[in-house]
């Protein structure tokens, strides 16, 4: 069981939650938060005769309309109806499981104005699976995901589609089975629910969570390919790197130098006097790479723990703020700088296949030992270049966009929505991309028999052995590449 609470949620704890399938509940500081918020948020609402926006109020361009106090319950409820506008591809379940966790964990605190119940049902959903149907496009990032959030907020309402028990349903039916009843959403509720960053922030989390994996994973494979390669360790000395101490830079050498302790390979006399840029300088971009990813890890850590919805409720101040914390250009520009530095990841990773691939220092052309006749791992280098491609296409940044929205009301957004979907598919690209490259660089050491690479290296080898064989004559790649891909999916990749 994780409890929710008011302190920090950092990555570790959101990857132990979902490794290990934690319930989540709230604790007393927390339920004490969100009842005193409310509470203060009716008595103000009885005392004040000024309309305060969202809670008596139209929306957006109609934030000077006003709502008789009879019809805001239902006016919640249409917002919540009338924003469920999303299109598209589903958003994956593990992601919509992500947007509940970060919703509740926003709610929490006790600056929004929710009733306890919608946070204890939220949490219900979550504890039970009951994963709301959301879609992927709709969302301007910017009066937070309005789309999305109101995709996952309608089964509140026992609308809308939800997936349970691994099937497809109708969120009523849902509702009834786990003898429940739908949530009558108080004042400002509906806003509560729908402003906010968690579809951006869903992406980002498990984003990150994927780069820890694949910095790695880049460092363990390009290790493998300059042993196979017949590389030099020269590039990877502390002291070149210590009179340019990048971060990044300094820590890929050394994950290098640690790889490639004990190999026979690397040590023996080397006929050239230096290596490609591929192989040479992945200390400076793998560790660029890696810096990028450290700075965009921190502007999610600070997201994760903010309050993000409009308007925010302060009862200590005796003050209800409309401001703009929904907005979402820091996660657009770290989406897109997190997706530029994983395609670089993988541009190096495919050039380096085409190296092993070309005939060089003694390996045979397309690593098969009768080229002509097999044309070997000729077309995987091909697979590689068509989605480094594709990443550099989904590079272009979604931040440098706005379109006005909401009758000028809402006249500059941060498309960090697309920002994120965009990014989630780069680090699946990456992934892929780097599968190829192991694929051809665990065949190319074998041509180096009987010498051989470090012990860290030689048991990786052997584990990737034990799903992906040796190539000997032309077979379907495609079984080959997919088992590649799994494996770098489900090994940890620990330096």
């Known amino acids: 069981m994780h409890t929710i609470t008011t302190s920090q949620i950092d990555f570790n704890t959101i990857s132990e939650i979902i490794r290990t399938n934690k319930k989540l509940s709230l604790s007393d500081e927390a339920k004490k938060n969100i009842i005193d918020c409310r509470e203060y948020l009716d008595k103000k609402m009885a005392s004040q005769k000024e309309p305060i926006y969202g809670v008596n109020t139209g929306f957006g361009s109609l934030c000077n309309v006003s709502i008789p106090e009879k019809d ?26 992500l947007m509940l966790l970060l919703k509740i964990q926003a709610l929490s605190y006790g600056k929004s104005g929710v009733q306890l119940q919608t946070v204890e049902r939220l949490i219900n959903f979550y504890n039970h699976d009951v994963l709301p149907i959301v879609y992927q496009l709709g969302s301007l990032g910017a009066s937070g995901d309005l789309a999305p959030l109101a995709h996952l ?33 108080k004042s400002k509720e509906g806003l509560a629910l729908l402003n906010g960053t968690q579809f951006m922030s869903a992406y980002g989390v498990w984003c990150i969570l994927q780069t820890e994996k694949i910095n790695n994973a880049a460092d363990y494979i390009g290790a493998i390919s300059l042993e196979a390669f017949d590389g030099r360790i020269d590039p990877f000395k502390p002291h070149i790197h210590a009179i340019r101490p990048h971060k990044g830079q300094m820590q890929t050498a050394a994950n290098m130098r640690k790889l490639l302790e004990g190999s026979e390979l690397i040590k023996r006399k080397k006929e050239h006097v230096q290596d490609p840029y591929s192989f040479r300088c992945m200390p400076q971009v793998h560790g660029a790479s890696k810096d990028t990813f450290e700075y965009v890890k921190n502007i ?3 997201e994760i723990n903010s309050v993000t919805d409009n308007p925010t409720v302060f009862p200590e101040e005796d003050e209800i703020i ?6 979402g250009q820091p996660l657009a520009l770290g989406l897109d700088f997190l997706a530029i530095a994983l ?9 380096r296949t085409y190296q092993l691939i070309s005939g060089l220092r003694g390996l045979p052309s397309f690593l098969v030992t009768t080229p002509g006749l097999n044309s070997g791992f000729m077309i995987p280098q091909y697979t590689a270049a068509s989605i480094v491609s594709q990443n550099k296409q989904l590079c272009t940044p979604a931040s440098v966009d ?6 000028g009301q809402e006249d500059h957004v941060s498309m960090g929505a697309n920002a994120a979907t965009k990014c989630y598919k780069v680090v699946e690209n990456v992934q892929r991309i780097l599968a190829v490259e192991l694929f051809n660089a665990a065949q190319a050491l074998e041509f180096r028999r009987p010498l051989t690479s470090s012990p860290i290296i030689e048991n990786l080898h052997t584990e990737y052995r ?19 891909v799994q494996f770098i999916k489900q090994s940890s990749f620990v330096i």
Request: proline letters at 3%.
């Open 343 to 351: 395609a670089e990841l993988g541009n190096i990773s495919e050039r």
């Open 322 to 327: 409309s401001g703009g914390n929904f907005h």
């Open 466 to 484: 034990k799903h992906v064989t040796f190539i000997k004559d032309d077979k379907v790649m495609f079984d080959e590449i997919e088992k590649s």
């Open 72 to 97: 805001l319950e239902q006016l919640q409820k249409n917002l919540v109806m009338s924003h469920a506008c999303g299109t598209g591809d589903e958003v994956p379940q593990e992601i919509v499981k």
């Open 300 to 302: 999610f850590l600070t």
């Open 153 to 185: 907020s309608l089964p509140l309402l026992g609308l809308g589609e939800v997936y349970y028990k691994g099937k497809k349903n109708k969120t009523a039916d849902v509702l009834k089975q786990l003898n429940l009843q739908p949530i009558q959403l």
């Open 402 to 407: 706005s379109i006005v929205s909401s009758n």
